[in-house]
């Protein structure tokens, strides 16, 4: 009976965890999403108070309106926020990893007492604040900062480059934040290969180029997967480092819902944007999943 009931609870414990800490909240997002603005406290109506009922309550749920998504594709500045954060994304991921893939592939490749160095040094960043990092990136990218300063004294330019306030800052922020998350799947994944491979491949007459590409690559593709996701996904939602090294004309959805929330205290239409949002994320997702599926089947 009691390892029955330890069954059940290893089991149940990690739903119960997703409905208290995802389900719920996306729920009241939702029905924010369905409501409409109000001057007052809390700033949209219907309002769900527990004395009315559910006679009540049903009568609240039929003043629910999809008005606040209509809205959202009548007015461009939603849409191109979303493109311009999918494009962003997009170019951040495929920066990180065209970084990450070749650090990851050394440090696999290191003899082995020094990896957990090497892995110590990937991780010496997030001992420092977020903030504090995407912080001191104002002071090596503004025109007097110490990038430019560096090239000046190299004599590689002869006036100040203008960085701060625009995309290519950005991307730097973005891609010196998430560069971890996309070294440690990756790292993990190559570590595993077994270097025989490689021996095989060369002993069946290929090259060292052509082993990479057609035997390292190919196995470390759910790494490279696992990697983008985990950059992508919190890379078209940013809102702290396009708000701090971006300019006026760099346009993402974390900074519209911000303002949205915050500034006009529009909570419905903010809600809106936010479904939205996680409706875009749970596409690469659910494709992720479906790739990983396909995987195991053709490994069965």
């Known amino acids: 009976m009691l390892k029955r009931l330890g069954?059940?609870?290893?089991?149940?414990?990690?739903?119960?965890w997703l409905a208290v800490f995802f389900l719920a909240p996306f729920l009241l997002v939702a029905k924010l999403s369905l409501s409409a603005p109000a001057i007052a406290?809390?700033?949209?109506?219907?309002?769900?108070?527990?004395?009315?009922?559910?006679?009540?309550w049903w009568n609240d749920i039929q003043k629910f309106s999809i008005e606040n998504f209509v809205f959202l594709t009548t007015d461009s500045l939603y849409w191109k926020s979303y493109l311009s954060s999918l494009q962003i994304a997009l170019i951040s991921t495929f920066l990180t990893l065209l970084i990450g893939y070749p650090l990851a592939y050394a440090m696999a490749r290191a003899p082995r007492n020094w990896r957990p160095l090497l892995l110590m040094l990937v991780i010496l960043p997030f001992w420092t604040s977020f903030l504090i990092r995407v912080y001191?990136?104002?002071?090596?990218?503004?025109?007097?900062?110490?990038?430019?300063?560096f090239l000046l004294w190299l004599g590689i330019i002869s006036e100040p480059l203008t960085i701060m306030n625009t995309d290519w800052a950005v991307y730097i922020g973005i891609v010196y934040s998430y560069l971890p998350f996309m070294i440690l799947p990756l790292y993990a994944n190559l570590e595993?290969?077994?270097?025989?491979?490689?021996?095989?491949?060369?002993?069946?007459?290929?090259?060292?180029?052509?082993?990479?590409w057609q035997v390292t690559w190919p196995l470390s593709m759910s790494g490279v997967v696992a990697g983008c996701l985990l950059v992508f996904i919190p890379a078209v939602g940013e809102f702290v480092i396009p708000s701090l090294l971006g300019g006026s004309d760099t346009l993402m959805i974390g900074r519209v819902l911000y303002d949205e929330f915050f500034s006009n205290r529009d909570w419905p239409v903010s809600s809106a944007v936010a479904i939205i949002l996680l409706l875009i994320l749970l596409i690469p997702i659910m494709l992720f999943q479906r790739s990983e599926a396909r995987a195991r089947e053709a490994g069965t």
């Open 7 to 16: 069954k059940s609870a290893v089991i149940w414990l990690p739903y119960a």
């Open 41 to 56: 406290m809390p700033p949209y109506i219907p309002a769900f108070d527990f004395a009315d009922g559910i006679a009540g």
């Open 136 to 149: 001191a990136w104002i002071g090596i990218l503004k025109k007097e900062g110490l990038l430019n300063q």
């Open 192 to 212: 595993k290969q077994s270097p025989d491979l490689l021996e095989a491949a060369a002993d069946l007459g290929a090259t060292r180029v052509r082993a990479f």
